[in-house]
């Protein structure tokens, strides 16, 4: 929602028909008129990153961010799709449980299941760090001294990644990305949606060889999955067993604000 095209932008999607759209937000930026907007347009799904039940955990997490704001924006979406007769858009609610908020995860759930709908979802998450990929030069040398030994050993690390089957991300540029994860750099995909479709792309000889590199159980094969931040956050736990305080420092930082159903992820 920083964008200043941001509404152009969702209004062209939904119209052009992407459907299911889901919008995730941290709810700062969720004024009157894009709620309105998100509301008339018939958007599918909302999913706003609430990090906390009280605004001395939720301020300490999302640095800069104003806790009755974002609950204020939060309800009156809730009051403008019960006024338009809607059950869109679906929203769902999310806090990330970190040693900082783990405390105040029952009341979060206790509150959200009083004021959204059957319709609506409570997200618990479990939190990944992106430190690995910070400091993953040492995890990546012990890892390819051993041939992966201890990732090999883990079927679910092993197992095709979902991503590959799921979708494409496009770059403000037009550049395209197989993986949200790692493939930042687009090492996989050539393609650029300014001149390639997104059908040529998501058929191209290169994501078609990853595929069935993820299916023979030889994702190790590929480059930028040997540097996944699932395969390294996994390599540094194991590597934090014998220090766990050094892992629960990596995990705790705050992050800055900018940009029903209980369920756990």
Known sequence: MLHPKWEEYVVYAKRAGVSPMLVVTNGTLLNRDKASLLVDLGVEQVLV??????????????????????LGNIHRLIELRARAGTRKPRILVRMIVTPDTQHEVDAFTEYWQGRLSEYDEIKIGTLITWAPIRDAEPIVSQLEASEYASVRRQPQLMAPCTALWKGLLVYHNGMMSACC?????????????????????????????????????RKLDIPVCRRCVALMYAAQVQQEKADPDALRAASCQPREAGGGVVGRF
């Open 49 to 70: 990153a609430v990090d906390g039940a009280s605004k001395e955990t939720y301020e300490a997490m999302r640095v800069g961010a104003n806790f009755e704001q974002v």
């Open 181 to 217: 994860l790692r493939d930042s750099n687009t090492s996989l995909l050539s393609t650029n949606a300014n001149t390639d479709s997104i059908a040529d792309a998501w058929r191209c000889p290169a994501l078609k060889k990853a595929r069935r590199l993820h299916l023979l159980r």
